[in-house]
């Protein structure tokens, strides 16, 4: 089945800067769109950053001119390049995909197991 891995989370004082990488693998046929979603204990997932596979982008309000999502040429893997971090960045962050394993599977939300991010004050 596909697997959604990410990397790159990790310490970093205010004002710093991180670099997520995640990559899909096994079995599929297209992606739609790629994105990263961050949540908070106690809180609702929310969205932070999306790429669909024609390139179009779309970000949370709160991370607008500091946050920057790309893919590479395969559209299974996709990065955040996260600067100018605040303390209110700080949650886990999560991977996800949408889309299908073949032309008779229905498109699907595919989910990363998350990695943290810290901001210091």
Do not use: H
């Amino acid at each position: 089945q596909v697997q959604l891995v990410e990397s790159g989370g990790g310490l970093v004082q205010a004002g710093g800067s991180l670099r997520l990488s995640c990559t899909a693998s096994g079995r599929i046929f297209s992606i739609t769109r790629m994105g990263w979603y961050r949540q908070v204990p106690g809180k609702q997932r929310e969205l932070v950053a999306s790429i669909t596979s024609s390139t179009n982008t779309n970000y949370a309000d709160s991370v607008k001119g500091r946050f920057t999502i790309s893919r590479d040429n395969t559209q299974n893997t996709t990065y955040l390049q996260m600067n100018g971090l605040k303390p209110e960045d700080t949650a886990v962050y999560y991977c996800n995909a949408f889309g299908r394993e073949s032309t008779w599977s229905f498109y699907t939300n595919y989910w990363g197991q998350g990695t943290q991010v810290t901001v210091s004050s």
